[in-house]
T-cell receptor
């Protein structure tokens, strides 16, 4: 099935470093979402973006909805060990045959060394 | 407020059997979505139910089916199980459709293992 192009695939960083990951798509979306998934659990919503150009923060997390509506990035500042997990971007387009479904990126595996 | 719940947490079946997975949405949510997350792969959209009707379907064979009950809970059925059906099956719920700012919230998943 269709997937977004998410990069990087994995990151190994030291505690305190900043992290940046992004997603690109060949299709436009009207909503971009960022989720975090920990082992044995379902994805947890971190940030939702609803307008092109929108920049939204949630604590140490900042995400932006690209102006072309085909990309988004997520930044994590001053990483801590509990940031470990898999981060997924997801696009939502409520129209046509795509109505209602989320299209996900492949995920970014984040490892934080204390 | 209780989140999305799924049962069972784990399910072991053999090839050719049928599996039934259950999901209860967040109270007040009318839409239920099912996704498959196979090992090493991202989440793939399976099915969407809203107000008891199937609204959209992903690129999966007909042996993946489901239904939504009057209380908005949902069931996913997988018939004639194959080894590659082994995956984490995630359910998500969403508030009123037509409201673009309603997002999907996920349950913890059911891990299905087909032997």
């Amino acid at each position: 099935g269709q997937q977004l192009n998410q990069s990087p695939q994995s990151m190994f960083i030291q505690e305190g470093e900043d992290v940046s990951m992004n997603c690109t798509s060949s299709s436009i979306f009207n909503t971009w979402l960022w989720y975090k998934q920990e082992p044995g659990e379902g994805p947890v919503l971190l940030i939702a973006l609803y307008k092109a150009g929108e920049l939204t923060s949630n604590g140490r997390l900042t995400a932006q909805f690209g102006i072309t509506r085909k990309d988004s990035f997520l930044n994590i500042s001053a990483s801590i060990p509990s940031d470990v997990g898999i981060y997924f971007c997801a696009g939502q387009w409520d129209g046509g045959t795509s109505y209602g479904k989320l299209t996900f990126g492949q995920g970014t595996i984040l490892t934080v060394h204390p | 407020e209780a989140g999305v719940t799924q049962s069972p947490t784990h399910l072991i079946k053999t090839r050719g059997q049928q599996a039934t997975l259950r999901c209860s949405p967040i109270s007040g949510h009318t839409s239920v979505y099912w996704y498959q997350q196979a090992l090493g792969l991202g989440l793939q959209f399976l099915l969407w139910y809203d107000e008891g009707e199937e609204r959209n379907r992903g690129n999966f064979p007909p042996r993946f089916s489901g239904r939504q009950f009057p209380n908005y809970s949902s069931e996913l059925n997988v018939n004639a199980l194959e080894l590659e059906d082994s995956a984490l099956y995630l359910c998500a719920s969403r508030g009123q459709t037509g409201h673009s700012q309603e997002t999907q919230y996920f349950g913890p998943g059911t891990r299905l293992l087909v032997l």
